[in-house]
């Protein structure tokens, strides 16, 4: 299973693009990369999946580069509610094995 | 309403005292699983069932145990807790379809102290 490493925190202000990066340097080929949000005391809530290059849905963007070590949730123009806790995972989504949500990044937005 | 529901959502019990957490869906997914969350730890995954009668253990699975006898239900079973399993319990489950395991969906959580 591919580990991923994020930041602990980071802080924005209201409007600004908020962009987390997740590195993930064993990442394997039939590995996704898939982010999830969660909220104090609720239940981590899908936001985007991904394989390669560019992903775009209505609420985030992520981008892959080439050799797929890393990847960036980006978040357009941040508000109060996405204060929440943000995980990157790596899994062969047809293997059906454990997951590993690791630590996530936590990020705080200010008015 | 598609939903994963536990019960109970808050529970105090003491050292040794068998309990269940209940975990159930109505998304008729294949994939269920069960984590649990502590301060600074992030998410771990204690077991995970593919399918009825198919389970295996995650990341931390020592103290638990699971069984599925029915697609929709997951139960997590702490035969003799201890104060080190207070936490904050997560079911989940998604659906396998032609074998690719899709998007999780997070119950609202079982805040369990054991004294």
């Known amino acids: 299973l591919a580990k991923t490493t994020q930041p602990i925190s980071m802080d924005s202000y209201e409007g600004q693009e908020v962009n987390i990066t997740c590195s993930h340097n064993?990442?394997?080929?039939?590995?996704?990369i898939t982010w999830y949000q969660q909220f104090p005391s609720q239940g981590p809530r899908f936001i985007i999946q991904?394989?390669?290059t560019k992903v775009t849905n209505e609420v985030a963007s992520l981008f892959i580069p080439a050799d797929r070590k890393s990847s960036t949730l980006s978040l357009p123009r941040v508000s109060l509610s996405d204060t929440a806790v943000y995980y990157c995972?790596?899994?062969?989504?047809?293997?059906?094995?454990?997951?590993?949500f690791g630590k996530g990044t936590t990020l705080s937005v200010s008015s | 309403e598609a939903q994963v529901t536990q019960n109970p959502r808050y529970l105090i019990t003491v050292t040794g005292k068998k309990l269940t957490v209940t975990c159930s869906q109505n998304?008729?997914?294949?994939?269920m699983s069960w984590y649990r969350q502590d301060p600074g730890l992030g998410l771990r995954q204690i077991y995970y069932?593919?399918?009825?009668?198919?389970?295996d253990k995650g990341d931390v699975p020592e103290g638990y145990k699971v069984s599925r006898k029915e697609k929709r239900n997951f139960p997590l079973i702490l035969e003799s807790p201890s104060p080190n399993q207070t936490s904050l319990y997560f079911c989940?489950?998604?659906?396998?379809?032609?074998?690719?395991?899709?998007?999780?969906?997070f119950g609202p959580g079982t805040r369990l102290t054991v004294l």
């Open positions: 991904g394989y390669k």
């Open positions: 069932s593919m399918n009825v009668e198919v389970t």
């Open positions: 989940a489950s998604s659906p396998w379809t032609s074998g690719v395991t899709d998007t999780q969906y």
């Open positions: 064993n990442i394997a080929t039939n590995d996704y």
């Open positions: 998304m008729n997914h294949e994939y």
């Open positions: 995972l790596v899994g062969d989504r047809g293997a059906g094995t454990a997951l590993i």
